[in-house]
């Protein structure tokens, strides 16, 4: 029989379940509906499930589409969840994203999206809850195609000239088809959409089967049964245990066939299938062999693990998704926290991504989630496998570590008896690479058996840095030389070495603090567009409004998560109920507020008993110890990359270049920095480098060429609006009265062009008001633009620099991070509004301080006005007078 694996993915409260629901009734395996609100869907199994209303664990269900079986995986759609959603995608022929029609595309429907594309998943989209008042077909598939792929197609309208014109344009051969034939295809169809070139999309209301039964019959005509060898192969993505205690592993036969009493073996292990289940929903049936294209639940594996690979097939690379937060496991008193770690240990293995983890500093369990719904459906599990009541403290943050330069580490291991040396390259990687390991080392200098020794013991662990303690990622590590001992050497005497060789050069690098971020979408009023720019300007994140629609904004952008949790709830009460903000887990990126995080955090590199950062060598038949900064004078072999740097035209990390600094021009600064890995990233942006105020106003230091720098006219352009909702003074008069708001800023501005002497440009927007003409206002001694209908003050900016940067040195003041991108590649300076308002505040105290030092010298007197020569004659004379 013909099978496919088909996984249902959606943001929480799509609607992924009700359509789960509606295909298994229609295809005949239930024979009633199940609602998630009536606490009676088919694969909503667990009472936690069925008392939230969310799915929390991947089930299965069974179900004929034609004469395609299908496994259907039903998926979390919580971000809290997503790292069960993620494992479900490694075993996945086709899946199904279900969009919201009330809603749109929401922020983590674009996080399911980029792990589909990094998959290369086959999808077909089913947009639901058309039948909502205000939802538009073609509305919604433009958003589709904007925000996914332009392969997004309306397959509703399958077999007109409109479907077959639009399917054209998504690859070469099929648009060769529809010239010669005026038709395409289903076997081209097909295969671009197997190849993710063409995105079928179906629009109805699963909640009223309403266009369910059309997808389905699209899901059947469009899909191709993979093909499968005959040597066994099976990729593990699931560990559960079932209501007797059995661990169950679910797996996917992707090569050949599995019976009972088979042998499989792993990296370290080998047992025997003792049964062999299939799940559909709460039941299953035992059979004794399965064949390839199969999900199956294995009894009689005890070692197995998610993401493992058996047979034919390889290991999973490591999820995506990670947790970033960090929580204490709080036991009842008198529960001994050495009997509960092999317990939590369980769910570990279920839940990979919690990462039990036992601090013998602090004598804690500590656990890493996503989020804080996950910590209220642990302590349900807690509690009900294992009958203990455990609570969570506040919770921290998941921080990790990088560097920013390469270097070579070195770990000597010699205590009497002993011998292992190990060099190891670290390079900075691109950002959310994770961690590469990889060889580079002749076997005449190690041997092979050793090298993969050393590669087996970085591989096996988690490296902590050495600012925190935290986890290091994003960094490449190469085995570059190394040397064992014919009699003294053994295996752990290399797990030191390689230990100590990681710590030792993390030690010399620069290392950079990492924190998460969130990806948002905060829909709400536009009159609150000000007060939530603001807010996330003091998260030091950034953003850009990328959606208008009536009186509803939509803002996108990101920012660090600690400073993002809880503003859900400010969100709610400042719009009064009538804000949304969705968020998903961005990735890591650069710290901003590292000193204050160290100094917090207090963990010291150098104390840290269980991660040594030295070497131990051996003297005069004793073992002695050398700090990391010792070692590589007493290392045996010679430094790599000062082996390199010996070489004819060599060129290492660590050579450093005399060049006169007087021929570095700003341009080749900015280079140099923008090359370098987070040397760009400010504390508000990844991607933007602001100048300050005083770079922006004030020219650089002459060169030592002595070349004459061309004068020209100063303009200062401000984004009135931006900068009015960006001063909290301005921003409160705003929320009264727009007009004074105006007024104070353009007084400000005016008394400043007074001091600074420049021609400064204020632009308001008013595209908004209709038939409105660009208006030129000449307030005192600057000038005030009203924008014309339909132009924004931000294109009135831009293109006010664009054409005028040869003839004017053009300052552009705006918090708006988007258009500060565009400005800085119009070759213009920049303040941001909080600088200009710092530039205006020292303008004034400048003036200020002239003047009372004019008052101070105000006073004339009849002796400061006299000769020198007077001066003295006078003297003289009333020293005379006094004699007398």
Same mark, same amino acid.
């Given at each position: ?27 005949? +395996?239930?024979? #009633? ?64 994203? &279900? ?22 998943? @086959? ?124 661990? *169950? ?9 599995? #019976? ?22 709460? +039941? ?36 995506? *998704?990670?947790? &970033? ?15 509960? /770690? ?26 890493? /989630? ?37 270097? %070579? ?16 390259? *670290?390079?900075?990687?691109? @950002? ?82 990492? %924190?998460?971020? =969130? ?25 850009? $409004? ?101 070489? @004819? ?22 280079? $140099? ?10 504390? #508000? ?58 007024? #104070? ?33 000449? =307030? ?27 003839? =004017?040195? $053009? ?7 988007? !258009? ?35 008052? !101070? ?28």
């Amino acid at each position: 029989m013909k099978k496919l694996v088909i996984g249902i993915l959606a943001h929480v409260d799509a609607g992924k379940t009700t359509l789960s629901e509606g295909m298994l009734y229609l295809s005949g +395996k239930i024979g #009633k509906l199940g609602r998630v609100d009536n606490k009676d869907a088919y694969l909503d199994t667990n009472e936690l499930e069925r008392a939230r209303g969310i799915t929390i664990f991947s089930k299965q269900a069974l179900l004929d589409i034609g004469d395609i079986q299908v496994t259907l995986l039903d998926t979390p759609g919580h971000v809290d969840f997503s790292a069960e959603m993620e494992r479900t995608l490694q075993v996945l022929d086709y899946a199904i994203l &279900v969009v919201s029609g009330a809603d749109g595309i929401q922020g983590h429907t674009k996080t399911l999206w980029r792990l589909l594309q990094m998959y290369q998943i @086959p999808v077909f989209i089913f947009v639901n809850k058309m039948d909502q008042a205000g939802t538009d077909s073609n509305k919604l598939l433009a958003e589709l195609k904007k925000e996914l792929e332009d392969g997004c197609i309306d397959f509703g309208q399958a077999g007109t000239e409109d479907f077959y014109d639009q399917l054209a344009m998504c690859q070469e051969n099929m648009l060769e088809a529809f010239l010669e034939t005026g038709r395409i295809s289903n076997a081209l169809i097909n295969e671009a959409v197997r190849r993710r070139k063409v995105f079928p999309c179906f629009f109805g209301a699963a909640l009223k089967l309403e266009g369910v039964e059309q997808f389905m019959e699209g899901i059947g005509t469009y899909s191709i049964i993979p093909s499968y060898t005959e040597d066994f192969g099976a990729k593990i993505y699931k560990i559960t245990r079932d209501e007797q205690g059995n661990r *169950l592993t679910y797996l996917k036969v992707t090569g050949g066939r599995l #019976k009972i009493r088979d042998v499989l073996s792993g990296s370290s292990w080998e047992e025997k299938v003792n049964q062999i289940r299939l799940y559909s929903g709460l +039941k299953y049936e035992a059979v004794n062999e399965i064949e390839a294209g199969s999900i199956c639940a294995v009894l009689g594996l005890t070692q197995t693990r998610p993401g493992e690979g058996l047979g034919i097939e390889e290991a999973s690379d490591t999820p995506v *998704l990670e947790p &970033v937060l960090s929580y204490q496991i709080i036991l009842p008193e008198g529960c001994d926290p050495r009997m509960m /770690i092999p317990k939590l240990r369980q769910l570990e293995e279920e839940e990979p991504e919690l990462h039990i983890l036992w601090d013998e500093t602090l004598q804690e369990i500590q656990a890493q /989630i996503m989020g804080e719904v996950q910590i209220e459906i642990l302590q349900s599990l807690i509690e009900s496998r294992f009958g203990v009541a455990v609570t969570f403290d506040a919770g921290r943050i998941v921080y990790k570590e990088t560097i920013a330069n390469t270097v %070579e580490g070195v770990g000597h291991f010699e205590p009497l008896r002993h011998y292992a040396e190990v060099h190891l390259l *670290l390079e900075p990687n691109a @950002p959310g690479s994770g961690l590469e390991f990889a060889v580079n080392c002749s076997e005449d200098i190690l041997g092979k058996s050793w090298q993969r020794l050393v590669m087996t013991h970085l591989e096996e662990r988690i490296h902590p840095g050495v600012l925190t303690g935290s986890a290091i990622t994003d960094l490449k590590i190469t085995l570059v030389s190394g040397r064992a001992h014919n009699k003294h050497t053994e295996g752990g005497d290399f797990r030191e070495a390689t230990y100590r060789a990681v710590r030792q050069g993390l030690k010399e690098a620069d290392s950079v603090l990492l %924190e998460p971020y =969130y990806a948002f979408q905060l829909e709400l009023p536009e009159k609150m567009v000000g007060r939530a720019m603001n807010d996330i300007e003091k998260m030091h994140g950034t953003c850009e $409004i990328t959606e208008t629609n009536g009186d509803m904004s939509v803002l996108t952008g990101s920012a660090p998560i600690v400073t993002m949790r809880n503003y859900q709830r400010e969100v709610i009460a400042y719009t009064k109920g009538l804000g949304r903000l969705f968020c998903s887990l961005k990735g890591y990126e650069r710290c901003h507020n590292t000193e204050e995080v160290i100094e917090t955090i207090g963990y010291d590199s150098e104390r840290d008993l269980y991660n040594p950062t030295g070497s131990v060598f051996c003297s005069h038949g004793a073992g002695f110890l050398v700090s990391w900064d010792k070692v590589k004078e007493y290392m045996h072999l010679e430094g790599y990359i000062q082996k390199k740097s010996t070489l @004819p035209g060599g060129n290492t990390h660590n050579q450093e270049e005399v060049v006169d600094k007087d021929f570095i021009s700003l341009e080749e600064i900015d280079k $140099i920095i923008n090359s370098t890995f987070y040397a760009n990233q400010g504390n #508000k942006t990844v991607w933007k480098k602001r100048k300050t105020a005083r770079e922006s106003y004030y020219a650089p230091p002459s060169v030592s060429n002595n070349s004459q720098k061309e004068t020209k006219e100063e303009y200062l352009l401000v984004d009135g609006y931006n900068v009015i909702y960006a001063w909290p003074e301005l921003a409160e008069f705003a929320e009264d009265n727009m007009d004074a708001a105006r007024i #104070k800023l353009l007084e400000a501005l005016s008394n400043y062009q007074g001091i600074r002497k420049c021609r400064i440009i204020v632009v308001f927007d008013a595209y908004r008001v209709s038939g409105h003409k660009e208006e030129i206002i000449d =307030y005192h001694n600057i000038h005030m633009v009203y924008t014309r209908e339909a132009q924004t003050a931000d294109q009135y900016i831009e293109k006010f620099a664009h054409d005028n940067r040869s003839k =004017y040195r $053009i300052t552009v003041a705006t918090s708006d991070g988007l !258009q500060q991108v565009i400005i800085r590649g119009a070759g213009s300076d920049l303040l941001s509004a909080r600088e200009l308002k710092d530039e205006i505040v020292r303008a004034n105290e400048r003036l200020m301080a002239a003047y009372e030092e004019i008052q !101070q010298k105000g006073r004339s007197y009849l002796l400061d006005n006299l000769s020198p020569e007077m001066r003295k004659r006078m003297d003289d004379l009333l020293s005379e007078n006094e004699n007398k």
